[in-house]
């Protein structure tokens, strides 16, 4: 094995609690497990306090209100109940901890109500959740995704967000000053949230041909095969596939 | 030997107090400007300001797409130098990642990946390149040298600068049971281009001192003043603390007190 290799396994005993309690890495006996535990445990806090702060900062916003900090559930026993079964990055993780983000913030009651309070819930933990998984950290070739013959598919972990509200009209007023919470339209909206693929998060609002892509884009399906099955123009097609792309929502497969 | 410089790091919610503050020589990025923060021109226009935000982890080369980006981070900042640190935090795979500063095995092949790598880095910025020491909790058995040891090979192989994280060095020091002036002398204080200097607290996960976004204690200013001797080289220290948790007072208070104690 290679120092490399070597290096990987440490990382990975840190980022994923099981693997430390597995014979593989037990019986290297690479580290003093005590100190890896401790570690671990500070790690997993930072890595979900950094994401808890950036994808609810509109909850910590309202905290004054609800009287509830999103990531004071770190401190509570129902995180480091977790804490034996977290792998650092996992989606499965991801919804946990952001599950007890949502039950922590929603048990808060605000006064006077905010009738938007459980959509923007639901994006945040949407949010966190697609955020999760494995990324690219380095470009093997020059970092431009494949297009052309190939044919796209939908990637794993995109969302789609059926909201009554419609939160992007909201969003930002809330990061400004303000007096009586900004409120949102009541109508319905549905967003897409799809991450890239070095990690970066972005959300559009999805239109029914963006609904119909996603649904048939299996990796498959060529670009005519998808402009028949959903109804659409091949040009319409074609421009909707570029924002998804860019989006991170679907990626091009060059397999036969 | 030109008068160091006193800095901190940019704290966006603090860019109003920054913005007006007296006695700020620098102001370290770790990350670039939100393009809504509406103290950003004057922070701008007013500091100097260093490039410290992740570029990518030197145990893989780092790709075209990062390479620009710190190219053009230094260009917006006019950074005199840029600064990477001695980690390697995700796997190669990308599967896993810590998202937290974390050291390398010290082996020969980790001593000639990073060389390798900071080498063809250094070659594509216009900027001297400056490296930044991390702290272990725990030793690794397969480590075959000394943190200080790989250190002083890779400077001398590669002629980059050197960040010296003095907290960093208290910890070292701390959980192999050393003094930290003494694990400090086995450090290559010649190739030190930049200091940090920050507080540490009791974290109730490590049952132990770490590093915080906290004031710097009095040891940890004596122990400044002693290690800025030894490094005839330092042209900056910096008040290493960056989080949402960060008060102006202690950021301003502990620039002060860094300044003073180095006076």
Redesign the interface.
């Known amino acids: 094995m290679?120092?490399?290799a070597?290096?990987?396994l440490?990382?990975?005993a840190?980022?994923?609690a099981p693997f430390r309690r597995s014979p593989e890495w037990r019986q290297r006996?690479?580290?003093?497990p005590e100190?890896?535990e401790?570690?671990a445990?500070?790690?997993a806090?930072?890595?979900y306090f950094?994401r808890i702060?950036h994808f609810f900062k509109y909850s910590t916003v309202l905290a004054r209100l609800t009287g509830r900090r999103p990531e004071a559930i770190l401190g509570q026993p129902a995180f480091a109940a977790l804490l034996p079964s977290l792998v650092?990055?996992s989606r499965d993780s991801a919804r946990a901890v952001a599950g007890l983000v949502v039950a922590h913030v929603k048990n808060g009651a605000s006064a006077p109500p905010i009738p938007y309070h459980d959509d923007l819930l639901r994006y945040e933990q949407t949010m966190m959740v697609v955020e999760a998984g494995?990324?690219?950290?380095?470009?093997?070739g020059?970092?431009q995704p494949a297009t052309g013959n190939a044919q796209p598919q939908t990637v794993q972990g995109t969302a789609l967000l059926d909201l009554a509200y419609d939160l992007p009209a909201v969003l930002p007023k809330l990061l400004q000053p303000f007096t009586t919470v900004p409120d949102a339209p009541a109508r319905p909206v549905r967003l897409i949230v799809a991450r890239s693929r070095h990690g970066r998060v972005a959300v559009a609002k999805a239109t029914d041909a963006i609904v119909s892509i996603l649904d048939l884009a299996d990796g498959r399906k060529t670009l005519d095969d998808l402009a028949r099955e959903a109804g659409l123009r091949p040009a319409e097609v074609e421009a909707t596939l570029q924002g998804l792309t860019e989006l991170g929502a679907v990626r091009f497969s060059t397999g036969s | 030997m030109s008068p160091l410089k006193i800095g901190a790091f940019y704290n966006p919610h603090l860019g109003r107090e920054l913005a007006e503050a007296r006695g700020i020589d620098h102001l370290a990025m770790a990350d670039p400007p939100r393009a809504d923060d509406p103290w950003w021109p004057k922070i701008k226009e007013r500091y100097t300001l260093l490039l410290h935000d992740y570029l990518g982890q030197l145990s893989e080369p780092l790709d075209e797409r990062s390479i620009q980006r710190a190219r053009s981070l230094a260009e917006l900042y006019h950074t005199p130098w840029v600064a990477e640190h001695f980690q390697c935090l995700h796997t190669e795979d990308g599967t896993y990642n810590l998202n937290y500063v974390f050291p390398p095995l010290y082996t020969e092949e980790f001593l000639t990946r990073f060389v390798t790598n900071a080498n063809a880095l250094k070659a594509r910025l216009d900027q001297p390149l400056v490296m930044e020491n991390i702290p272990g909790f725990f030793d690794v058995r397969h480590s075959q040298m000394a943190e200080p040891v790989w250190l002083r090979r890779f400077f001398a192989a590669t002629e980059v600068g050197f960040l010296l994280d003095l907290p960093h060095v208290w910890l070292e020091a701390h959980y192999h049971g050393a003094r930290p002036t003494d694990w400090l002398a086995e450090f290559p204080l010649e190739h030190v281009v930049e200091l940090h200097v920050a507080g540490v607290t009791t974290d109730a996960d490590l049952e132990g001192p770490w590093i915080a976004p906290a004031e710097p204690s009095e040891e940890m200013l004596a122990f400044a003043a002693q290690a800025v001797t030894r490094c005839p080289g330092a042209k900056a220290v910096t008040f290493d603390a960056f989080s949402p948790s960060l008060t102006a007072e202690a950021l301003l208070r502990s620039v002060e007190r860094i300044r003073a104690a180095l006076a």
Do not use: K, M, S, Y
């Not at chain 1, 494995?134 to 093997?140: C, D, G, N, S």
């Open positions: 290679t120092d490399r070597l290096q990987d440490v990382i990975r840190l980022a994923d006996a690479l580290a003093d100190r890896v401790r570690f445990r500070f790690l806090r930072h890595f950094e702060v650092l990055g494995p990324r690219v950290w380095r470009e093997a020059n970092g």
